[in-house]
Nanobody, 127 residues
Framework: QLVESGGGLVQPGGSLRLACQLS???????????ISWFRQAPGKEREGLSC????????YYDESVKGRVTISRDGAENTVYLEINNLKPEDTAVYYC???????????????????WGKGTLVTVSS
């Protein structure tokens, strides 16, 4: 089970660190999954933002967020983090994490490449 947290209301220019915990996973199981982050803004399609491979050695950022986002994983906590800086009103969305065991060395950020999804956490950027 994937559980997102860390969303909330933040002012423009602020930062947030979202967490995706793989609840019920052992440390070994956590290491078998590449993790990806997506978001869906009101009235828009879900879009992929970033992903991190099983080992953490391969990381990908979509051009829409590159330079403002950092993804990382903590094996001891079975958690993947997504830090977003310089938040803008257009970053307002529900943020989801997703997992897949299919990718040995890399990761992907398209919907059909995922096997398990969290329920999302809402981020609202407003003054």
């Amino acid at each position: 089970q994937l559980v997102e947290s860390g969303g909330g209301l933040v002012q423009p220019g602020g930062s947030l660190r979202l967490a995706c915990q793989l609840s019920g996973f052992t440390g070994e199981t956590f290491a078998e999954y590449a993790i990806s982050w997506f978001r869906q803004a009101p009235g828009k399609e879900r879009e992929g933002l970033s992903c991190i491979s099983k080992s953490g050695q391969y990381i990908y950022y979509d051009e829409s967020v590159k330079g403002r986002v950092t993804i990382s994983r903590d094996g001891a906590e079975n958690t993947v983090y997504l830090e977003i800086n310089n938040l803008k009103p257009e970053d307002t969305a529900v943020y989801y994490c997703a997992a897949s065991p299919r990718y040995s060395l890399n990761c992907v950020i398209y919907d059909y490449g995922m096997d398990d999804w969290g329920k999302g956490t809402l981020v609202t950027v407003s003054s």
